[in-house]
């Protein structure tokens, strides 16, 4: 079964740090570009970052650069965000997302089920 979980959100105060995991399962994620995509309540989809299949090239959007790290360990099937410098405005549902090809054209097909961040005092 392809499958796609993302762990690692929760309630943080602003300011502080969350490190969200993507875990690929029944494919190999190492030929895919990867996303990591938000969705705040109200809000559209925003594309937050985004990583290609080897690691070496990566892409943010502008509101999350600076402060945010889209990493991967292929090895592991896993592909994370480090989330620094939280703001109010960064809460939201995260999911991870294959693109379709190798590099970030902005395709993305399998989604995982999201994981909640909340920032807030």
């Known amino acids: 079964q392809v499958q796609l979980v993302e762990s690692g959100g929760g309630l943080v105060q602003p300011g502080g740090s969350l490190k969200l995991s993507c875990v690929a399962s029944?494919?190999?994620?190492?030929?895919?570009?990867v996303h990591w995509h938000r969705r705040a309540p109200g809000a559209e989809r925003e594309g937050v970052a985004c990583?290609?299949?080897?690691?070496?090239?990566?892409v943010y959007a502008t509101s999350v650069k600076g402060r945010f790290t889209i990493s991967r360990d292929n090895a592991k099937n896993t592909v994370f965000l480090q989330m620094n410098s939280l703001k109010p405005e960064d809460t939201a549902v995260y999911y991870c997302a294959t693109d379709r090809y190798d590099y970030c054209s902005g395709t993305s097909t399998t989604w995982g089920q999201g994981t909640p961040v909340t920032v807030s005092s």
């Open positions: 990583i290609n299949h080897s690691g070496e090239a990566d």
């Open positions: 029944g494919f190999t994620l190492d030929n895919f570009a």
